[in-house]
């Protein structure tokens, strides 16, 4: 733009902020403004017209005063004056004073549209500029009415200056921001992603950043941008600093527009072409290689650019995740960061490297940095960077390193700063309870973290210590005596109080025989720290005092001075005194028998989720924990439907999987419950209600197309503005694919779709083929999958996008990433759009996604399954449904359907031989979810009785629906 000559320097203006300056007090700055001000008005209404010059310098005065904080409530339309004028400097100030001053809902805005109308059609590149840069810095709703049709004009004119191009680019950019929806480029996005082609770089890095926001938002329409940055970034990777002299920023060619290129590819998945993936491939490795050579210059903005083109190609390595090769080199240029002397560098590192650590090709990559990572916590300086190589142990952290990653947050906790100790107490008790070798090792964790940081030790941590030592027989022993060994010390924390206090009076009895844990003992320790407590510990005391009642009859009279005391009487806090004399009358007259029913030993807790986990992650915020489940998967796990048997745990009297780690918690099959179920009449824990026991009668079983058909409906049928509205046989189709994963999901008489789905634990991978039947190509093809409700957050579905045309007689595939983060009822809904013969047809249909797919097939014993039978025996633990057989009862087909569903069927565990059993776990993000199943035919009457059985009511529910219409 044209500089401003001395001849427009404005002496008022230079005299009256020199005056501003000079003022002594706040009142002598108020007293000279106000009189600048009455003079400035005073010339504004005068009867002498004033000259452009006159009105810009009382206009810039006026600008002044408001940038000094006082208020403007004239000279508007003096500036809108301004900007008819064909002095630069003028239509500047008039402008600048717009932008500044003038709102979105002031009455000006048409006339000032007018002006910037007029500036746009001048084809004068500097008056274009300024009525650009106007129209981003005010940015209003009117203003994007007003001009989204002329400025994408501009942009893509052949005769508009670079400078002009940018302008536009970046002001689209703008208004984008503002008001999305009066942004559809349309008819110009083909020639605004030719931008990227461009001979000026400035021009290319405007439109790139405005191509990545609108792809963003719309990746189908920009997808041919891939190429073109592919190109565009190999182009400027390959060339000499010498080649881009403009655009060389301290040796580094365009760093800024490499960077912009490589987060645009960010919105996309890797290039299908294969000429175009090799390409960006190269262009990533010479960014790799780069960064190994030695500096050019010693000075640090050589670095920074450097470092910026390389950390922004990592992103997009880590965004694909398809590369083994350059995965595992980023991860190990990301090494060398680790110990880089500059600080931002070794931050950058680690944060990206927990990234990295979610990928299955570099996740051992990650693993090997593990002692730098523990050095950095323990000789960091700052804590921003502690945090993150905490946030890395933690994401690297698996069954092979699991206790010297604990061993060493434990140790980093005992002088971690203050502000990140409860996450870390969060960490280490999820990856303790996630990656425990043994419950031991579980326990001794848990009550070492209360040790060392008790303060910071959340209620849920304590609570799932807890859960597990009643959950499982086999640490409750190990339990008690660990937490009576360390209240023996001469000061513990309350919570360990906590744990102690409820443990021992759980399991007390199972010490009891050492006299050096006897029950007097154990009283009298837990007493003695009863009035250093607050009132919930006390509390909580006193209800282990009446256990001890009814474990220790020989301390009763002890527990009842104790009760009887005044201090617990007559005790200030309402709470305490109430449990104070209801204990005391319950131990008084009650009978050994009715203590024993009333404070038997607690039942297993029910199965949930994770409290530890949820608190994290309301703790970090929503996607920054990582996915412990998704990070180590393992490629050999099984596959859903498959026979491999899953080995049972019988000591542990619970159902195991190969999953990624131990389950500690009841995570795998919920609560063992000791509620005992009424004893059959013939001694069965499973009671034949059936007294037909002749054999089922054979009978053919469906052939391949029943198996596949779907109905043919036509293409009017399906057409509705809702794409929920229109949901074509919704539970018909679902059902079909129950027990299996392949097949034709609809057709008619345009299209057919097909699909071929794996599931493995809580994620899934489906693949859709969309087959054009007719000889007319579909344009505008789209697809969209909804979940509705409370779908949205109990299932994750990433989609990518399938081409918009779809040739004649082709057919094309999308690929569908599906998560189960929990337990569902709903399926959720495939909306396809595409124009057919001009008309535009929209169909939807539900995609077979069902909660029984996510089952782990689970072998047992015969003893196993009725032991774990009999614990899952609460009401709502159980659904059954009696029906009668929609389909011939052929003993293999339903075996197969049995095995399809999911389940692992358990051959000689039912007393009858006609009846089958089955036995599984719904994995899910958040809990897992065990099952057992039973189905009894009577072939006589054609009728199955189908039970159920899981620790949670919904889940039984649901799968009793699914099951009972396959027979």
């Not at 990140?420 to 309870?433: D, F, G, N, P, S």
Request: aromatic share 8%.
């Amino acid at each position: 733009m044209p500089a401003v000559s001395k001849g427009d320097g404005m002496r008022g203006l230079a005299v009256f902020i020199s005056d501003i300056r000079n003022c002594k007090s706040k009142e002598a700055e108020i007293k000279r403004i106000n009189k600048e001000l009455a003079n400035i008005r005073s010339k504004f209404k005068g009867d002498k017209a004033l000259d452009g010059y006159s009105k810009k310098k009382y206009v810039c005065k006026l600008l002044f005063i408001f940038l000094l904080g006082h208020d403007i409530d004239f000279g508007h339309m003096e500036a809108v004056n301004l900007l008819s004028s064909n002095r630069y400097t003028e239509k500047q100030i008039g402008y600048l004073f717009i932008s500044v001053l003038v709102n979105s809902n002031s009455e000006l805005i048409r006339l000032i549209n007018n002006g910037i109308k007029n500036d746009l059609a001048s084809r004068n590149p500097t008056f274009m500029n300024l009525a650009l840069h106007c129209i981003a810095n005010v940015g209003s709703r009117e203003m994007a009415e007003a001009f989204t049709a002329d400025i994408p004009k501009i942009l893509v004119a052949g005769d508009t200056m670079d400078s002009v191009k940018q302008s536009a680019a970046l002001c689209l950019l703008r208004l984008n921001r503002t008001s999305p929806d009066l942004v559809p480029m349309g008819e110009w996005t083909s020639r605004v992603v030719h931008l990227l082609n461009d001979q000026h770089l400035g021009v290319v890095t405007a439109a790139t950043s405005l191509i990545t926001t609108l792809a963003q938002k719309n990746p189908e329409e920009f997808k041919t941008s891939v190429s073109l940055a592919v190109s565009r970034l190999s182009r400027i990777v390959t060339s000499a600093s010498t080649d881009l002299q403009d655009y060389t920023y301290y040796f580094v060619p365009a760093p800024w527009l490499s960077v912009k290129l490589l987060r645009l590819l960010q919105c996309y998945p890797p290039p299908e072409e294969g000429a175009v993936r090799g390409r960006l491939t190269e262009c990533l490795e010479t960014i790799l290689n780069k960064a190994q050579e030695p500096p050019k210059s010693k000075k640090v903005q050589h670095s920074n650019a450097k470092n910026a083109v390389l950390f922004e190609a990592i992103s997009l390595i880590i965004h694909h995740d398809s590369e083994p090769n350059l995965l595992v080199r980023a991860c190990n240029q990301l090494g060398q960061f680790l110990q880089h002397r500059e600080t931002n560098l070794r931050y950058l590192a680690l944060e990206s490297m927990c990234t990295l650590a979610s990928s299955e090709f570099s996740h051992e990559a990650v693993k090997t940095h593990i002692e730098t990572v523990i050095n950095a916590l323990k000789t960091e300086r700052d804590v921003s960077v502690r945090q993150r190589a905490v946030d890395l142990l933690y994401a690297m952290c698996d069954r092979s390193n699991a206790q010297q990653i604990v061993a060493e947050m434990l140790n980093y906790l005992e002088t971690a700063d203050y502000s990140i100790r409860e996450e870390i107490v969060l960490k280490v008790a999820i990856l303790a309870e996630k990656y425990a070798v043994d419950y031991t090792w579980y326990v001794d964790t848990i009550l070492n973290l209360i040790r060392i940081a008790g303060d910071y030790v959340s209620e849920e941590v304590w609570y799932r210590v807890i859960q597990i030592v009643i959950n499982r027989d086999d640490v409750q022993g190990y339990s008690a005596k660990t937490v009576f060994e360390a209240l023996q010390a001469p000061a513990c924390h309350e919570n360990l109080l906590k744990v102690g206090g409820y443990i021992l009076g759980e399991f007390g009895n199972l010490i009891a025989g050492d006299p050096r844990s006897s029950p007097l003992i154990q009283f009298n320790l837990l007493h003695s720290k009863f009035h250093l407590c607050s009132v919930p510990t006390r509390a909580l005391l006193l209800s282990t005092y009446i256990k001890f009642v009814n474990l220790f009859p020989e301390i009763k009279a002890t527990i009842q001075d104790v009760l009887r005391s005044d201090s617990q009487l007559r005790n200030a806090d309402v709470e305490l005194q109430q449990r104070a004399v209801e204990y005391l009358r319950l131990s008084c007259i009650a009978s050994t028998d009715i203590l024993a029913t009333v404070l038997e030993e607690m039942p297993p807790f029910p199965e949930r989720e994770s409290s530890i986990l949820t608190k994290l992650k309301k703790k970090k915020g929503p996607g920054k924990v990582p996915d412990m489940e998704e990070t180590k998967k393992e490629r050999n796990s099984d596959m859903n439907g498959s026979t491999e048997p899953v080995s049972v745990n019988s000591s542990a009297v619970t159902m195991s999987t190969p999953s990624t780690s131990t389950d500690l918690l009841g995570l795998g099959l919920g609560p063992v419950l000791n509620s005992v179920a009424p004893a059959s009449a013939g001694g069965s824990l499973l009671v034949d209600v059936f007294s037909d026991n002749s054999p089922a009668v054979a009978s053919l079983a469906p052939t391949a197309e029943e198996n596949f058909s779907s109905p043919r409906i036509g293409s009017a049928d399906v057409v509705s503005d809702d794409p929920a509205a229109a949901v074509h046989d919704a539970d018909e189709l679902v059902n079909k694919f129950v027990c299996k994963n392949n097949g034709v999901l609809f057709e008619n008489q345009l299209m057919q779709i097909g699909l071929k789905s794996e599931f493995r634990q809580n994620l899934g991978r489906m693949y859709i083929f969309y087959g054009n039947k007719t000889s007319t190509q579909f344009l505008s093809f789209s697809t969209a999958v909804i979940c509705q409700d409370a779908l949205k957050t109990q299932l994750n579905i990433q989609t990518k996008q399938v081409d918009p045309a779809v040739d004649g007689g082709a057919q094309v595939q999308q690929i569908l990433n599906i998560e189960c983060v929990s337990d569902f009822m709903e399926a959720p809904i495939l909306n396809i759009q595409f124009r057919y013969g001009g008309a535009l047809q929209n169909m939807s249909v539900k995609l077979p996604v069902t909660l029984n797919k996510f089952f782990q097939p689970t072998e047992m014993t015969s003893q196993d399954f009725f032991q774990r039978w009999k614990q899952l025996s609460i009401p709502q633990q159980e659904v059954q449904k009696i029906f009668k057989a929609k389909h011939p009862m052929d003993t293999e087909v339903t075996k197969a359907k049995i095995i399809g569903f999911g389940v692992a069927l358990l051959d000689m565990v039912d007393p009858n031989p006609s009846n089958f059993t089955g036995a599984g776990v719904i994995h899910t993000k958040n809990i897992q979810v065990g099952c057992l199943l039973r189905l009894e035919p009577n072939t006589q009457a054609q009728m199955y009785r189908l039970t159920l059985r899981t620790s949670r009511e919904t889940v039984s529910q649901r799968l009793c629906e699914l099951l009972s219409e396959q027979f």
